[in-house]
């Protein structure tokens, strides 16, 4: 075997997993060297390997060979990435905005740089069903694709198309929080501040948001109270 080929043979061999996702009929692998690895549908292009291709077995995504990812995120039927160098690429169904990487492509066959990050490092990722969220360097979350159920804390719309600011704002102070972490569901939304305060916003039929009742949420708002009317401790 060619010195070549069997460089490509090594770098394309999974080797020591440090994170695993899966949405609906997809699945990304992500590899202490920062290589990711895909498999499962063609559908929405959800595999990443253009076009429709559908794999059945764990795959090099070659778009990223030259990139050290550091987290990867997976929605129903699309993915996002964050590499070293705190870019986020995207790939998938996009036919809500969950992309972010323009008001007009729905569909991304293989991963695509989202260019509203740049100048703004991001160190964080999540996705939801049809949306995204991102927390940059700076503490600000972003999030992006569908609204309709409040999931993005950005009030009544649709859908958005590139990544939107969330504001953080606590009622009483009108103080804005620096966001630290982010969790994204089916159609609600979680963050944790810096100061160790818990904001939910979206679908709330089950209760999912923990504030006492079931009403949809349009903008984030504080859980204070646990199920005994107790005050949560920071």
Known sequence: MHEAAQRTQNAEKMGHLQQICCGRDHTLNLTRDGDVFSYGSGTF???????????????????????????????????????????????????????????????????????????????????????????????????????????????KQREVRIPQRIPIIEEESKQEYRVVSCAAGFGHTACLTESGDLYTWGFNIYGQLGLGDKKTRWYPEKVSRDISGHNLAR
């Not at 990139?67 to 929605?75: E, L, M």
């Not at 991304?108 to 990050?117: C, D, M």
């Not at 490092?121 to 600000?140: K, M, W």
């Not at 972003?142 to 950005?154: I, N, R, S, T, V």
Request: charged share 20%; proline share 4%.
């Open 45 to 155: 292009s959800a595999a990443g390997h253009g076009g429709s291709k559908e794999v059945l077995s764990p795959m090099i995504l070659k778009p990223l060979r030259d990139k050290r990812v550091v987290k990867i995120a997976c929605g129903e039927s699309h993915s996002l990435i964050l590499t070293d160098k705190a870019d986020v690429y995207a790939w998938g169904r996009g036919f809500e905005g969950q992309l972010g990487l323009s008001r007009s492509i729905e569909v991304a066959s293989t991963p695509q740089y989202i260019k509203a990050f740049y100048g703004s490092p991001v160190q964080s990722i999540e996705a939801g069903a049809y949306f995204s969220l991102a927390i940059t360097r700076d503490g600000n979350l972003y999030g992006w694709g569908e609204a309709k159920m409040g999931q993005l804390g950005l009030g």
